[in-house]
């Protein structure tokens, strides 16, 4: 069985440049979970999903990161504009269902903001 | 101020030696998850403790729920180099699925 899908798995960029991290779940999972993962402040829970509906983004930075859940199979991550402290590696997970379970990870993909 | 904090953030030990890593919180939990991460990949689950004073074991590690479920401990026997990689406690005091997890021990173990 195929796991969390996401892409790309890094990502180079200019500061002020927009970024668009995907995420493809495991099928049949309801929940959907974006982390940062950095040296300095460890893996922070960003914002979650549950049946494609936000439930809790207050772990999102700042407005010029947003997230969206169009569908059950598919999740996207946007920074506008970049800056170079975005600087991280950005996994997605998934869940069956929202309050109980195993978290699967992508493999995660590793942003740099020059 | 850290939810979970782990320790030691660091550990450095040979070969066949025998460990233990610490998670401790002020917070209630109804479960606690341990996850390890190996360079380059996301965090995989090793095991969920749920019953206070809980024992769990997993070959030659070792997982304990505190009393309280505060706090848990993971005692890995006769570590072996596959077993590097960062050590990650992680739970959800509330139980409304917002899993917050600890800062990591980092284990390194040299042949």
């Known amino acids: 069985d195929a796991g969390v899908i996401q892409s790309p798995r890094h990502e180079v960029t200019e500061m002020g440049q927009e970024v668009t991290l995907r995420c493809k779940p495991i099928?049949?999972?309801?929940?959907l979970f974006w982390y940062r993962q950095t040296m300095m402040r460890g893996l922070e829970l960003l914002i979650y999903?549950?049946?494609?509906?936000?439930?809790?983004d207050s772990g999102m930075p700042e407005d010029r990161f947003s997230a969206k859940m169009p569908n059950a199979s598919f999740s996207t991550l946007k920074i506008q504009p970049s800056e170079p402290r975005d600087s991280a590696v950005y996994f997605c997970?998934?869940?069956?269902?929202?309050?109980?379970?195993?978290?699967?990870f992508g493999e995660g993909s590793r942003l740099t903001v020059l | 101020t850290q939810l979970l904090e782990q320790s030691p953030q660091f550990l450095s030990i040979q070969e066949g030696e025998n460990l233990t890593v610490y998670c401790n919180s002020s917070?209630?939990?109804?479960?606690l998850q341990w996850y390890r991460q190996e360079p380059g990949e996301g965090p995989v689950l090793l095991v969920t403790?749920?019953?206070?004073?809980e024992v769990k074991k997993l070959k030659r590690l070792t997982f304990q729920f505190g009393d309280a479920r505060k706090d848990s401990s993971l005692h890995i026997t006769a570590a072996q180099p596959g077993d590097t990689g960062l050590y990650l406690c992680?739970?959800?005091?509330?139980?409304?699925?917002?899993?917050?997890f600890g800062d990591g021990t980092t284990l390194t173990v040299k042949p």
């Open positions: 997970a998934s869940r069956q269902r929202l309050n109980t379970g195993e978290l699967f």
């Open positions: 099928s049949g999972h309801n929940s």
């Open positions: 999903f549950n049946n494609n509906v936000p439930i809790d």
């Open positions: 917070s209630v939990f109804s479960s």
């Open positions: 403790v749920v019953t206070g004073g």
């Open positions: 992680a739970g959800d005091p509330q139980s409304a699925g917002k899993s917050t």
